[in-house]
Structure formats: C-alpha cells, structure tokens
C-alpha cells in the first residue's frame, strides 16, 4: 500500500469498515493491505457483523441497534487505526460525503499547549 492514503472507517454490507479511493471512487480495502494486527482485524470483523445483524431494514425490538454505542466502538477504531498506521495515512470517521465526517489527529508533544496547567491537544476536525 503506498502512503498518503486517505482512508475512511464506515460500516457498510460485507465490508472491511475500511475504504480507501481508488481511482475516482472509494472501495475497501484487505487487512493485509496494512498488515492490521489481528487483535484489531477481530475488532474491525465484530463491528462489521454488528452493522450486519442491526441494519435497520432487518432489526426488530429484540434486535435494535444503539447508534451511538455503535458510531462510539467505531470511532474508537478509527484512533487505533492511525495509532497503527501513524503519520503514513490520514485517517477519517464517517464516510466522505456525511457532515459529521472527522479526520482523526493523534496529539505529539510538539502539537500541545499547556492551558491551565494541564496538557491540551490540538487538532482540528476535517471539513470540506
């Protein structure tokens, strides 16, 4: 995989949970592409069967999804993916088009400012 991609975390049928552009459309993208430790390729697969026995179109009261339980366990795999992939690749939550979409900045020690006596990390959120 050659760096600087810009890679999406989103859900969606029978998918990794990880997209990348390819020519002029995303698509998804193998775990072996980043070589993902396997802890994280079982996370990414439980949050893909999540999304699959939840869709809206086949869950019933037994069988609902808690979206923010859900977008929360995703988001926290977008941070472990750029913990992985570091400064090679951006990383976003969401899908491109959505407008809570967010790129994913981890905070380096040159990229804080003390306030108040306690560490702050600076990032800024994705916008188009």
């Not at 029978?14 to 993902?36: C, M, N, P, Q």
């Not at 560490?119 to 188009?128: D, G």
Request: with cysteine.
């Amino acid at each position: 995989m050659e760096d600087n991609q810009l890679i999406h975390v989103w859900c969606d049928w029978e998918s990794t949970g990880i997209w990348i552009r390819r020519d002029s459309h995303f698509g998804y993208a193998e775990y072996e592409d980043f070589g993902l430790p396997a802890d994280l390729v079982g996370r990414f697969k439980y949050w893909e069967r999540w999304h699959s026995d939840t869709y809206p179109e086949q869950s019933n009261e037994q069988n609902k999804m808690d979206r923010d339980l859900y977008d929360a366990y995703g988001l926290s795999l977008a941070i472990d993916l750029k913990r992985f992939v570091e400064d090679k690749h951006r990383v976003f939550y969401g899908h491109p088009t959505y407008p809570n979409c967010a790129e994913i900045v981890l905070a380096r020690r040159e990229r804080v400012e003390q306030e108040e006596g306690r560490w702050v990390p600076i990032s800024v959120p994705y916008k188009k």
